[in-house]
């Protein structure tokens, strides 16, 4: 091993913990907005090394902090990682790129198809560097095909998968999903995607390119509405509202009380049966319209109505509350402040109270991934643009600071 390479091997490993499952691993997230940064974030509270790579002016999503509210997203998908400036567009740059990438052992992109190619980063240039990258790519429809170069963000995505035909009701027009769902379930997938082939790379020693389309990664997740248009064909509803995507359960609805709604559902006959109870209708579980569930399907206008009738006299929390001590799934709809203030979440760990340095003290969420016996990593806030810039420039790289002065002054960082 040559002195560089021991010196970036000891760096190395004095910035993992080997209590974590990524212990040990370094990540170069080249990635912006939602997409590829969710998936670096998992993969930085599982203990890896993530550098987070921006331009000069900062990632797209940073540099919408003054345009109504994008710190929080930024520092919801950035804790953690270690970000560093690098003008890509300049010899000097690539240069320092492509050293990060000899150490580094993932690379995560979401750039439209060819980019990367055409800044001479792309996958077949940097495996020549480093035959074990696992270079992981999200696009909107993927690296081939024929919508390979169109422009995609989740709610063209939404429009593209079905979700927005599926969303709202039948007598009004389409609705996208209030959260970004296509994007944060293309960051899941590349996740997974990414740490297969990491898998694999422990028996073969080899790295692979491995993508993820967030037309792809959607689609699964409308199997009730497919399953619907299976049955029916054309006589197929669109929009369903807030019933069974596929109008195979009854009720399952949204349900007016004295202060919002509540959600109830009755996959089985039991379910009802213990809804009748709570009710104090129990007189009903031999009306033949309700014996059942395909009656009550049939008849889904009197279940709401049944329903509706006994919840509207309660406040939301008191439904709920009657209803989950009967094991009946059912939820108060919440604002977005009261799941912010979650107990559960902030029991669990889930979500925490950080002090940020640039918006005080802040909820923010911890990765949904719990590795049993290791606890969850101290959240540490998103840096600022080039906030590690001597930490992997100087100390990881070896880099002198007259070397980094020269590189700012001559615009490469």
Same mark, same amino acid.
């Given at each position: ?34 997409? $590829? ?6 993969? #930085? ?12 002016? $900062? ?9 109504? !509210? ?23 740059? /690539? ?49 081939? !095909? ?8 989740? /709610? ?23 959260? #970004? ?15 297969? #082939? ?12 491995? *993508? ?10 409308? #199997?009730?509405?497919? !399953? ?31 202060? !919002? ?43 709401? *109505? ?17 209803? /989950? ?47 049993? $016996? ?23 790289? $070896? ?15």
């Amino acid at each position: 091993m040559s002195t560089d390479q021991s010196a970036a091997h000891h760096a190395k490993e004095e910035q993992s913990n080997p209590q974590y499952p990524l212990s040990g691993i370094t990540v170069i997230d080249l990635s912006h907005i939602y997409a $590829g940064p969710y998936a670096t974030f998992l993969m #930085a509270m599982a203990g890896a090394t993530v550098i987070k790579v921006e331009p000069l002016e $900062g990632e797209n999503l940073r540099s919408r902090g003054d345009m109504g !509210g994008a710190d929080m997203p930024f520092a919801m998908l950035n804790s953690n990682k270690k970000p560093v400036t690098l003008n890509l567009k300049s010899e000097k740059g /690539l240069v320092l790129f492509r050293e990060m990438v000899a150490r580094a052992d993932i690379l995560v992109e979401n750039f439209a198809p060819g980019v990367t190619d055409r800044l001479g980063i792309g996958a077949a240039d940097l495996h020549k560097i480093n035959p074990r990258l696992i270079y992981g790519s999200s696009t909107g429809y993927g690296r081939s !095909g024929p919508y390979r170069n169109y422009p995609a963000m989740d /709610l063209v995505m939404q429009a593209m998968c079905g979700i927005m035909d599926s969303t709202g009701f039948a007598d009004q027009p389409p609705v996208k999903s209030g959260a #970004a769902m296509c994007d944060f379930s293309a960051g899941v997938h590349l996740y997974a995607a990414v740490i297969t #082939a990491l898998y694999e790379r422990e028996r073969t020693g080899k790295g692979r390119v491995v *993508e993820i389309s967030m037309q792809d990664a959607n689609y699964a997740s409308l #199997a009730s509405n497919f !399953g619907m248009l299976h049955a029916r064909g054309a006589a197929a509803p669109a929009r369903t509202g807030n019933r069974h995507a596929g109008l195979g359960i009854s009720p399952y609805n949204a349900y007016a009380t004295t202060d !919002g709604y509540v959600v109830l559902n009755a996959p089985n006959d039991h379910h009802f049966h213990a809804i009748l109870e709570v009710m104090g209708r129990s007189d009903l579980k031999t009306d033949p319209r309700f014996t059942s569930r395909a009656t009550r399907v049939a008849n889904m206008a009197a279940v709401d *109505e049944l329903v509706e009738s006994w919840t509207k006299t309660l406040t939301k929390r008191e439904v709920a509350q009657r209803m /989950l001590k009967a094991s009946v799934p059912c939820a108060e709809v919440r604002t977005l402040s009261e799941v912010m203030h979650d107990e559960n979440m902030h029991a669990r760990g889930s979500l925490q109270w950080v002090n940020h340095p640039k918006m005080g003290r802040v909820v923010l969420p911890h990765s949904p991934l719990v590795f049993e $016996g290791t606890p969850r990593l101290p959240i540490e806030p998103n840096l600022p643009l080039g906030g590690s810039n001597n930490t992997i420039f100087s100390d990881w790289l $070896g880099h002198t600071e007259a070397e980094l002065a020269a590189y700012k002054s001559e615009g490469v960082i």
